[in-house]
């Protein structure tokens, strides 16, 4: 699918991985609605990148949360870290140290990406401000997608988002797509553009997935799509 009215994104986290290049490391806050195409633009940027190393941590809509889940994919990927280090919350502080090593001088330019940090459990968001906290002294861009429309005020990530501030810290919001840019998606299918702006509200997932599944958007709309509930309860109530 093509990715479209992201430039702005996409530049605004290329400036901030030349930095991260010459030892000034960064913090990318993507935020946008569930289905903004945070993944998607994260993805897209992390094919261009270049010879930096990319991780990926990933958390997930479970009832009971991984402890350090997104964290232990990330020291998997480096393949690297001794494997005391791989343990649990035992060894938190050994497994913060020794990522932080990885990721600063002399070592290669990384990428680090946390995926949905509304879904991360309490050991993960420390280790979002522990190394957010010290990413001026690495070599890494810290990207970390979370959905912003869904954050209860007693949510944890927001006294994270709080904390992780200053001249290191970058947000990125992801916005809705223009009415030219669905009109663009729209292009030799049967569907009306201007429709389908009104009802998804330009939102990526909800304009591409019709397209997706052979759907047609001829018969008559009158809500929009939404996320399934039990889903969607889950979201906010963390």
């Keep these: 699918m093509e990715l479209l009215e992201r430039q702005t994104e996409l530049e605004e986290l290329t400036r901030l991985l030349h930095e991260a290049e010459t030892g000034a490391g960064k913090v990318a806050l993507v935020s946008g609605e569930a289905g903004a195409g945070k993944s998607a633009l994260v993805e897209s940027f992390a094919r261009s990148s270049g010879t930096a190393r990319v991780f990926w941590g990933h958390c997930d809509a479970l009832q009971t949360s991984r402890v350090l889940g997104p964290i232990n994919e990330v020291v998997a990927g480096m393949s690297v870290l001794p494997e005391a280090a791989r343990e649990s919350s035992s060894s938190r502080e050994l497994l913060f140290s020794r990522l932080f090593e990885r990721v600063s001088p002399p070592n290669p330019l990384s990428i680090v990406v946390l995926e949905d940090l509304h879904w991360a459990d309490e050991a993960t968001l420390d280790f979002v401000r522990f190394l ?16 912003d429309d869904e954050l209860a005020p007693t949510h944890l990530l927001r006294s994270v988002l709080g904390e992780v501030t200053g001249q290191h810290t970058a947000r990125i919001s992801v916005p809705a797509l223009s009415l030219a840019a669905v009109e663009r998606l729209a292009l030799g299918t049967p569907r009306n553009a201007r429709q389908v702006h009104q009802v998804t509200g330009g939102n990526p997932f909800f304009v591409r997935e019709p397209r997706r599944l052979g759907r047609s958007w001829a018969h008559p709309m009158n809500v929009r799509w939404r996320l399934p509930m039990d889903r969607r309860r889950r979201c906010s109530s963390r």
């Design 132 to 147: 957010g906290r010290r990413i001026q002294r690495t070599r890494c861009l810290l990207i970390a997608t979370h959905r």
